[in-house]
Structures are given as structure tokens and as C-alpha cells.
């Protein structure tokens, strides 16, 4: 399929049978199920100046945390606890964690609670991501967010499709089962660049693809109001799902924050993931991305029990599985088919 054929999908009025194609296709490889990833947000430091992210170097204004090793672990022990079968470790891009400490972390969390372990945790070298699968990482997220290089460039100082695309190259090579995605509604983002942003995407042959709504942050120069783009959203996701029937595709945070089903109209639209927080309390606030990133004042077990709540009664299951893609050949593919 071409970026023409996509814009033209992207252009179709209404997108419920789209929807309904996508989550039959859905179905087909994941049935009703829909993995659980627990995610852990250790540190909200971020050495980067991305434009769209709450988390920006130059947002004096939000206040800095880091959880030491015993709370991270803490954190994907409660995960487990929960019912996820990933622990996701996330968090700005901070040199303050030694790579011995994170690939410490990898393995004990391996070792004791019989998860898959995904990290997303920015841009490095190809020796410290081969370090970190040696330790036992199973995934690596690193998002793209678009590939059109004006607008990457605009949105992401000092940084380049080019050097990005390398990297998700690079984690593939190393055995990762590796995800990346975009954001939809990116200020100057054209239904054209968004169709050649799916279509980029879907030629990577990646395990886990994201696509989730822009939300502007009021601590980021692109904090004016924008309509949100959430159905666009939901009609993304339907897309990549007909475009990479195996992958993992999440039903994203960012949804919910725009509405309060709207992870379960993710699924609807052919997502089979979700990615509760699971960061302490104390600080889950603190991991600003964007508004209505952590919900404030809400008990973690609370949360995530309505989640699953909203989930059933849907009509979906959360698993506890490692959850590997149904993509051929991927790291660990069969191994809770």
C-alpha cells in the first residue's frame, strides 16, 4: 500500500466500518485479550528540548524527581502484582542512572517476577543498548514521532529523522523486539505527512507500533490550544492495525486523557494493549508529558483496577501474558501463543 492509498483511507468519512475491519483483524491474532504492560517512570530529568514534551530541559518550572533502584523495584513488583506481564521502565533521557544500573535493574527484575522487561529510555549508543539485551531486555521502545524532516527538526532540536531511524535499526538488529510510533496532530503536521508517517512505520516490520493524539502542554512552546485529534487518532490506529496485523499496537494513556473511554475505543479500533502507570504515587504526577498524563490523587491499585473494570465491560480481557507480537521470526514470538 502506497501514502497515497493510506491518504486516501485517511480522508474516508466516518470510520466505523474501518474500526470494525480493524478490530476483526484484531481478533483474528490476539482474540479479546489485551496485554497489560505496567509501566514504571522512574525519573522525569530529561536531557532533550522536544517542543511537545512537559519533560523539556528548559521547563524550569516542573518539579524533578529520580526513584532510587529499591523503589523502581518495588514499583514493577506492584505491576506483577497487578497483572501485568511487562514491566515497562520509562523515563526522560537521564545520565544520572549508570547503564550498570539499569541493566542491574533488568535482571532482577527478570530473575524474580517472570516478566518481559521493555525500556524506553531515549537515545544511546550501540553499546549500551547491546548491554542492556545481554542483561535480559526484551523490547525497546524509541518513537519517531514523524519522519518528515522539516518538522522533526522543528519539534526535536538538534535531533534527526536520520540519526532516529538509525537507532530503531540498531535496536532491531540487536534482537530487540521493537516498537516505535508517531504523534497525531503535531502543529504543521499535513494528512500528507501523516500518511507517509504510517506508511514509514509500517515498512519497519516492528513489533510494537504506537500512535497516540497530540496534547499540548501549557510548559511547552507549542502550549496554544488545538482541537484534539483524537478520532484522527482512533482512525491511525485502525490503519496500522490493517497494515501490520501481527504487531502490538497500545490503546494508548493519551487517549484517555481526551475522554473517559477512550483506551476502549482504542481497542475498538483494533489496539490489543494497554499501559497503566505504576510509578509511587508520591511522584506519579511529576511525569508531565502532557496534561492528564497521570491522573493526580488516585491510588495506582485504584486506577488500575478501573481500567480493567472499563475493559470487561467492553468486553475485553486483560492477560497477564509476556505478550510478544504475533510478528514472524520476533524475539520470544511463540512463547505464550
Given at each position: 500500500?502506497?501514502?497515497?492509498?493510506?491518504?486516501?483511507?485517511?480522508?474516508?468519512?466516518?470510520?466505523?466500518?474501518?474500526?470494525?475491519?480493524?478490530?476483526?483483524?484484531?481478533?483474528?491474532?490476539?482474540?479479546?485479550?489485551?496485554?497489560?504492560?505496567?509501566?514504571?517512570?522512574?525519573?522525569?530529568?530529561?536531557?532533550?528540548?522536544?517542543?511537545?514534551?512537559?519533560?523539556?530541559?528548559?521547563?524550569?518550572?516542573?518539579?524533578?524527581?529520580?526513584?532510587?533502584?529499591?523503589?523502581?523495584?518495588?514499583?514493577?513488583?506492584?505491576?506483577?502484582?497487578?497483572?501485568?506481564?511487562?514491566?515497562?521502565?520509562?523515563?526522560?533521557?537521564?545520565?544520572?542512572?549508570?547503564?550498570?544500573?539499569?541493566?542491574?535493574?533488568?535482571?532482577?527484575?527478570?530473575?524474580?517476577?517472570?516478566?518481559?522487561?521493555?525500556?524506553?529510555?531515549?537515545?544511546?549508543?550501540?553499546?549500551?543498548?547491546?548491554?542492556?539485551?545481554?542483561?535480559?531486555?526484551?523490547?525497546?521502545?524509541?518513537k519517531m514521532e514523524t519522519f518528515d524532516e522539516a518538522l522533526h527538526a522543528r519539534l526535536r532540536p538538534g535531533?534527526?529523522?536520520?540519526?532516529?531511524?538509525?537507532?530503531?535499526?540498531?535496536?532491531?538488529?540487536?534482537?530487540?523486539?521493537?516498537?516505535?510510533?508517531?504523534?497525531?496532530?503535531?502543529?504543521?503536521?499535513?494528512?500528507?505527512?501523516?500518511?507517509?508517517?504510517?506508511?514509514?512505520?509500517?515498512?519497519?516490520?516492528?513489533?510494537?507500533?504506537?500512535?497516540?493524539?497530540?496534547?499540548?502542554?501549557?510548559?511547552?512552546?507549542?502550549?496554544?490550544?488545538?482541537?484534539?485529534?483524537i478520532e484522527k487518532s482512533l482512525l491511525v490506529t485502525a490503519v496500522l492495525r490493517l497494515l501490520n496485523p501481527?504487531?502490538?499496537?497500545?490503546?494508548?494513556?493519551?487517549?484517555?486523557?481526551?475522554?473517559?473511554?477512550?483506551?476502549?475505543?482504542?481497542?475498538?479500533?483494533?489496539?490489543?494493549?494497554?499501559?497503566?502507570?505504576?510509578?509511587?504515587?508520591?511522584?506519579?504526577?511529576?511525569?508531565?508529558?502532557?496534561?492528564?498524563?497521570?491522573?493526580?490523587?488516585?491510588?495506582?491499585?485504584?486506577?488500575?483496577?478501573?481500567?480493567?473494570?472499563?475493559?470487561?465491560?467492553?468486553?475485553?480481557?486483560?492477560?497477564?501474558?509476556?505478550?510478544?507480537?504475533?510478528?514472524?521470526?520476533?524475539?520470544?514470538?511463540?512463547?505464550?501463543?
Amino acid at each position: 500500500m502506497t501514502s497515497r492509498d493510506i491518504l486516501e483511507m485517511l480522508a474516508a468519512t466516518g470510520g466505523g466500518p474501518m474500526y470494525a475491519e480493524a478490530r476483526t483483524v484484531a481478533d483474528r491474532f490476539f482474540g479479546r485479550g489485551v496485554y497489560v504492560r505496567g509501566v514504571v517512570e522512574f525519573s522525569n530529568h530529561c536531557r532533550k528540548n522536544c517542543h511537545y514534551c512537559g519533560l523539556r530541559v528548559a521547563n524550569t518550572g516542573l518539579e524533578r524527581f529520580r526513584l532510587e533502584p529499591e523503589g523502581i523495584l518495588a514499583a514493577a513488583a506492584l505491576a506483577r502484582e497487578l497483572g501485568a506481564g511487562t514491566v515497562v521502565l520509562q523515563s526522560g533521557e537521564d545520565l544520572r542512572y549508570d547503564r550498570r544500573v539499569i541493566g542491574d535493574l533488568v535482571r532482577r527484575i527478570r530473575d524474580t517476577l517472570d516478566v518481559a522487561v521493555t525500556l524506553s529510555l531515549g537515545d544511546f549508543d550501540r553499546d549500551t543498548y547491546a548491554y542492556w539485551r545481554d542483561c535480559g531486555a526484551d523490547r525497546y521502545l524509541l518513537k519517531m514521532e514523524t519522519f518528515d524532516e522539516a518538522l522533526h527538526a522543528r519539534l526535536r532540536p538538534g535531533c534527526t529523522v536520520a540519526d532516529r531511524l538509525a537507532r530503531v535499526e540498531m535496536l532491531q538488529s540487536l534482537g530487540y523486539e521493537t516498537g516505535s510510533g508517531i504523534i497525531v496532530g503535531l502543529p504543521g503536521m499535513t494528512d500528507a505527512i501523516l500518511a507517509e508517517d504510517i506508511h514509514r512505520l509500517s515498512q519497519l516490520g516492528l513489533e510494537m507500533i504506537a500512535a497516540g493524539p497530540f496534547i499540548p502542554h501549557p510548559s511547552t512552546p507549542l502550549a496554544a490550544p488545538v482541537d484534539h485529534a483524537i478520532e484522527k487518532s482512533l482512525l491511525v490506529t485502525a490503519v496500522l492495525r490493517l497494515l501490520n496485523p501481527g504487531a502490538n499496537i497500545p490503546a494508548t494513556s493519551a487517549l484517555d486523557a481526551l475522554a473517559a473511554d477512550g483506551r476502549t475505543r482504542g481497542l475498538d479500533a483494533g489496539a490489543n494493549v494497554v499501559m497503566p502507570s505504576v510509578t509511587p504515587d508520591a511522584v506519579r504526577g511529576g511525569y508531565s508529558i502532557y496534561p492528564g498524563k497521570n491522573a493526580a490523587g488516585r491510588d495506582v491499585r485504584d486506577a488500575v483496577h478501573g481500567l480493567f473494570e472499563r475493559l470487561r465491560n467492553a468486553g475485553y480481557t486483560p492477560v497477564a501474558d509476556k505478550g510478544f507480537s504475533r510478528i514472524a521470526g520476533a524475539c520470544g514470538g511463540n512463547a505464550d501463543v
